[in-house]
């Protein structure tokens, strides 16, 4: 692994203890949502952000989500985790993404939608969404991290002028040694992230293995809503490719993609 990268991720500073204990809780199969809604009451951080994406038409709640109850209710325990660590870390990093040639809103909503997106994509099939409810928040962070490292070595201007849609993972190899998703194994490794999210992130850009469908389910998500270009009919298109290869649920991706592309543009 590049030095550079390295000593960036060692310095990432420990998420917060509430995220740590909402993962234990949404890992244990004896835990409750009750349980759940204890931790999540304790950070009003945390509640204020969660009622907020609660009640975004993003999501298509009919309803006005007023109480934390009603919230993790509604979203369950392994979205919750997501939107819980998707917000820490938004608080925790330092986002300059200027070597891609986007900024820290882009990165938001661009994470935000996957989210919504795959949330609706799996509504029927909820037994992927422990995984994908958490890292389609997170199929970028590694950039930050690169980023930062090219920024810090002078060479961002170059890397961006070098960077394409469709060389991404080659041009980062060149500038850095690794790729955006083996940066996040990494950043999953240091901060004690399960096994299941580390994996299944790691092989995005060659799923493989166990969670061969959840990696591919990001990759799809990656393609789809680029964080370079953001959704147009060529990702669209593109994106579908990579679930039919891998026996996705492309009915339900199409309605997924109706539903929260689409009806936004």
Same mark, same amino acid.
């Given at each position: 692994?590049? #030095?550079?990268?390295?000593?960036?991720?060692?310095?990432?500073?420990?998420?917060?203890?509430?995220?740590?204990?909402?993962?234990?809780?949404?890992?244990?199969?004896?835990?409750?949502?009750?349980?759940?809604?204890?931790?999540?009451?304790?950070?009003?951080?945390?509640?204020?952000?969660?009622?907020?994406?609660?009640?975004?038409?993003?999501?298509?709640?009919?309803?006005?989500?007023?109480?934390?109850?009603?919230?993790?209710?509604?979203?369950?325990?392994?979205?919750?985790?997501?939107?819980?660590?998707?917000?820490?870390?938004?608080?925790?990093?330092?986002?300059?993404?200027?070597?891609?040639?986007?900024? #820290?809103?882009?990165?938001?909503?661009?994470?935000?939608?996957?989210?919504?997106?795959?949330?609706?994509?799996?509504?029927?099939?909820?037994?992927?969404?422990?995984?994908?409810?958490?890292?389609?928040?997170?199929?970028?962070?590694?950039?930050?991290?690169?980023?930062?490292?090219?920024?810090?070595?002078?060479?961002?201007?170059?890397?961006?002028?070098?960077?394409?849609?469709?060389?991404?993972?080659?041009?980062?190899?060149?500038?850095?040694?690794?790729?955006?998703? #083996?940066?996040?194994?990494?950043?999953?490794?240091?901060?004690?992230?399960?096994?299941?999210?580390?994996?299944?992130?790691?092989?995005?850009?060659?799923?493989?293995?166990?969670?061969?469908?959840?990696?591919?389910?990001?990759?799809?998500?990656?393609?789809?809503?680029?964080?370079?270009?953001?959704?147009?009919?060529?990702?669209?298109?593109?994106?579908?490719?990579?679930?039919?290869?891998?026996?996705?649920?492309?009915?339900?991706?199409?309605?997924?993609?109706?539903?929260?592309?689409?009806?936004?543009?």
């Amino acid at each position: 692994m590049n #030095e550079h990268i390295f000593k960036e991720i060692k310095s990432l500073p420990p998420l917060p203890k509430s995220i740590m204990e909402i993962q234990r809780i949404t890992n244990d199969a004896n835990s409750s949502i009750s349980d759940l809604v204890k931790v999540v009451k304790e950070d009003p951080m945390l509640t204020a952000n969660l009622l907020k994406a609660a009640n975004s038409p993003l999501y298509g709640f009919t309803k006005q989500i007023k109480s934390v109850d009603q919230a993790v209710s509604l979203f369950g325990m392994a979205t919750v985790k997501g939107f819980a660590v998707s917000f820490a870390i938004k608080n925790t990093l330092k986002f300059d993404l200027s070597a891609y040639g986007v900024d #820290e809103n882009r990165f938001h909503d661009v994470s935000t939608k996957r989210n919504a997106l795959v949330l609706y994509w799996y509504k029927k099939n909820r037994k992927y969404l422990d995984i994908l409810a958490t890292n389609s928040f997170l199929i970028d962070l590694g950039a930050v991290v690169i980023s930062l490292v090219l920024k810090k070595l002078g060479k961002d201007n170059e890397f961006k002028s070098k960077l394409t849609i469709d060389n991404r993972n080659e041009i980062e190899k060149e500038f850095v040694g690794m790729t955006t998703a #083996e940066v996040n194994a990494k950043i999953f490794t240091h901060w004690g992230f399960s096994e299941d999210l580390t994996l299944s992130m790691k092989n995005i850009d060659a799923p493989n293995g166990t969670y061969e469908k959840e990696s591919a389910s990001l990759l799809s998500l990656k393609t789809l809503i680029n964080l370079l270009n953001g959704f147009n009919e060529e990702n669209e298109k593109k994106a579908i490719k990579i679930a039919n290869k891998y026996n996705l649920d492309t009915d339900s991706l199409n309605v997924a993609i109706a539903l929260i592309l689409k009806g936004n543009d």
